[in-house]
């Protein structure tokens, strides 16, 4: 038998302590026969262990490796189900937004050059200021974490940055601000090493070099 599945994974995500079974499985969408059988699953393995007063059965949370470990890989998942949704909506959106900074060089390279807060699932998004209360309701919707000053620990995380105006290429289907502007950006903070592989994508003409193989040529 498989401990697990469907059933046992919503359960050791929405338990609470202390509630009966029947609310649970009211809660997580289940037949209460169901849940009350991988209940038992559960706690043959001590990752709960059920209270039976009468006609009332109790959970009580164990929280030993079992449950951590599920919990972990519960929220592993959601990120990356959440996060298939954000690029989704992206691509589909007509309001007045487009990526800029780190989150525009992984879009333009086409992901040759991965930044760390790219692979940190945390984007970059400019928003013309009227459509940023729009922008917002939809994140909220999806239970997508943003921000507008501040990095919360959130995953994946927009950083909503609301602008006046700009313009906005298309790349792979995704708004994003203009190479030309992205490069300049990268001038600014010295990112040689974007500004080489841009190069090497789009031959823009960018002298760059960091690679000390290739200085020495």
């Known amino acids: ?27 997580i969408g289940f037949a209460y026969s169901a849940v009350y059988r991988w209940m038992t699953v559960l706690e043959e393995y001590e990752v709960i262990h059920i209270i039976r007063k009468g006609n009332k059965n109790i959970i009580k949370i164990n929280k030993n490796q079992i449950y951590n470990k599920c919990r972990e890989l519960s929220k592993s998942i959601e990120v990356v189900e959440k996060d298939k949704i954000f690029w989704k ?14 989150t525009a060089v992984v879009i333009w390279t086409q992901g040759s050059y991965i930044t760390g807060d790219f692979s ?52 792979d289907g995704l708004p994003v601000m203009p190479l030309q502007e992205l490069v300049a950006w990268c001038k600014k903070l010295y990112l040689e090493s974007v500004l080489e592989q841009l190069d090497e994508v789009y031959h823009i003409g960018i002298k760059a070099r960091y690679a000390e193989i290739k200085t020495n040529k």
Do not use: H, W
Not at 89 to 102: A, D, E, W
């Open 1 to 27: 038998m498989k401990m697990i599945n469907t059933i046992t994974m919503a359960i050791i995500k929405q338990a609470k302590d202390g509630e009966t079974i029947r609310n649970l499985a009211k809660r």
């Open 89 to 102: 909506i992206m691509k589909k959106i007509t309001l007045g937004i487009r990526f800029v900074q780190s």
């Open 120 to 171: 940190d699932r945390v984007y970059f998004l400019e928003v013309i200021e009227k459509d940023v209360d729009k922008v917002e309701e939809i994140l909220k919707r999806q239970n997508i974490a943003y921000t507008k000053n501040t990095i919360s620990e959130e995953r994946p995380l927009v950083c909503i940055m609301p602008k006046r105006a700009f313009a906005v290429k298309k790349k």
